[in-house]
């Protein structure tokens, strides 16, 4: 069935929507993830098929050995959520009696968006977005344009590469409306991306904290005024979705062991980055295990911590208080110039005492800020909208950042074998 890629009937484009998918991928979350042809080939192509060697959640897997899905997991149910959201949309409209605002064009720029959404991640991206590196919404976009198999499988499908880039990076402004819509729809308060991550982390890690109920939400999204809205009565599932979101920073993505590993991974790369041993392109591209790999690569000792966490050697803290605004050391940590000075200063005044200890070997970890979206409008029975901040006694504007700080800590790092020696140092230094 061939229709014109900017058909807007929502009748025509539904039909299409559920008749021409069938081809099925089986997910363990999901159930049947169901494909065309089109969407099949995009699948297949060696960009893609690279985000299937690169795990969702790094070393979470040494303190939840589930936890070995990858990107392509991922991606895939990111697809399937979008394609739900998707029918309903469409279904929405036809009960209400409206032209939809929707083309099959868009609807299929946003599906490609959803699926190669990561395609530019590259193992520990998010752990390392203080440093001077590329998005990688932005290396995604690059690889879409420049790769031939992926750029010949979406022109195969009808799909113009420049609207799924527009959709996936939002640092240039969206060239229509429609444009607008898919980009709030795929990175918004009720998005694709989250709705699969966390009922996928939490099923992978064997944790309750991120389950959703998925279907209610997807059924309660509509167009209001051209972006996603929800009705005044859906604000209890967005506070739930909030409120898993910090369960799983709290007890999955920010545990103890979890935030000992990416520290020590990105300890690594900043130090031989700053050396020039390394360089950033060298990090674009790569998979789990060519990343594990660059120890054997290039000659810098401090690279030697990326084998310590392959290997589950992982540091321990020495120092692990909650963060305070009072402390002057904790405010200037959250600062990557800053934050290196002060390791310097308590690395000088610990090798005094133990000359064994690298300046690698000590790393203060304090976590990244934390966002919790409550932007999306809510429909009020009279037809007009309310910031969804404006119902939630959780997640208003004053206090959506609260959750954040509340789970913020400031760790220092050190091996396992000098925890005792450096503790009372440490301690003093960090809190003096």
Known sequence: ??????????????SWLDGSFQEPVRDPLWGNILLNENFDRIRATVAFQKLGRIKQLGPAYLTYPGAVHTRLNHSLGVYHVARLIS????????????????????ISAFLAAALLHDLGHFPYAHSLKELPLLKHEFLGTRIIRADKELHDALDKAGIDANDVCEI????????SDEIRFYRALLSGTLDPDKLDYLNRDAFFCGVPYGSQDTSYIINKIYIHEGMPAVPDRAAGSIEHLLFSKYQMYRNVYWHKRNRAATAMIKEAVITTLDDGDLHADDLYGLDDEQFSFLSCLHSHPALALISHVRDNRLYVPCYDKPYDEGNQNHRQSLNLAERKEIKQNIHARLSRKIHALSPWDVIIDIPEPLSFEVDIPLITENGGTIPFSAVSGIFDCKVSENPARLLRRVRVFVPAEQEDACRDIVQTMMDG
């Not at 009960?95 to 099959?104: P, Q, Y």
């Open 168 to 175: 996936i990076d939002d640092s240039q402004p969206p060239s």
């Open 1 to 14: 069935m061939k229709f014109s890629g900017d058909q807007k009937d929502p009748q025509v484009i539904l």
């Open 87 to 106: 029918a309903s949309l469409l279904r929405h409209s036809i009960n209400e009696g409206k032209d939809g605002n929707l083309t099959i064009n868009g």
